[in-house]
Nanobody
């Protein structure tokens, strides 16, 4: 079955960096668009970034533009989220998501745009 396993979360000071990874299995990874979402305590899950099947197109939420970058390595079946200049308000559980889209641009920004989800990795940014 499809599995998405996130890693790379942890505790970091404000201004620091983390690199999240999401390893996919059970699917033809290069035919899937990928996304990153996050959910802070007491808040709804929100879109962070998305990337299309070959990495040629990406989309980032306004609040992370210039700080976070999504990328993928189809040879390793892995999608990444490089997070720089972290702020306390970035504290959340970060989830990766996947859906079949072998052509075109990114899948979208809505939760309903993605069929498969990982279990999440906690990112905590201290002030």
């Amino acid at each position: 079955q499809v599995q998405l396993v996130e890693s790379g979360g942890g505790l970091v000071q404000a201004g620091g960096s983390l690199r999240l990874a999401c390893a996919a299995s059970g699917l033809a990874f290069s035919l899937y668009a990928m996304g990153w979402f996050r959910q802070a305590p007491g808040k709804e899950r929100e879109f962070v970034a998305a990337i299309n099947w070959n990495g040629g197109s990406s989309d980032h939420a306004d609040f992370v533009k210039g700080r976070f970058t999504i990328s993928r390595d189809n040879a390793l079946n892995t999608v990444y989220l490089q997070m720089n200049s972290l702020k306390p308000e970035d504290t959340a559980v970060y989830y990766c998501a996947a859906d079949w889209q072998p052509t075109g641009k990114t899948r979208g920004r809505r939760i309903m745009d993605y069929m498969y989800w990982g279990q999440g990795t906690q990112v905590t940014v201290s002030s």
